[in-house]
């Protein structure tokens, strides 16, 4: 079982920005590719951006060129570096990776963009 958990959301003004952490357990936490999924009152959760083991990337045409998703293995930590938020992006964020077959989530972190 693998264990993320995620840090860095909170209230910041339409335009702004937010850089979210997903901490994650596990001595091979460079081979695990990482997402990040949201999930806003009433709607679905939804991919948002992943990154796999060798560094490649994708995201949600919501959030291309506005999101970016990076990692620093030494750390065991994956980034959403989150600038230009709008309210649509107002949501909780989640970190996930599937390791043998299972999911895992972390308890996400709660971004609110507000003015």
């Known amino acids: 079982q693998v264990h993320l958990w995620e840090s860095g959301g909170g209230l910041v003004q339409p335009g702004g920005s937010l850089r979210l952490s997903c901490g994650a357990s596990g001595s091979i936490f460079s081979s695990y590719t990482i997402g990040w999924y949201r999930q806003a009152p009433g709607k679905q959760r939804e991919l948002v951006a992943r990154i796999n083991s060798v560094g490649s990337t994708d995201y949600a045409d919501s959030v291309k060129g506005r999101f970016t998703i990076s990692r620093d293995n030494t750390k065991n930590t994956v980034y959403l570096q989150m600038n230009s938020l709008i309210n649509e992006d107002n949501a909780m964020y989640y970190c996930?990776?599937?390791?043998?077959?299972?999911?895992?989530w972390g308890k996400g972190s709660l971004v609110t963009i507000s003015s």
């Open positions: 996930t990776t599937a390791v043998n077959g299972r999911d895992n």
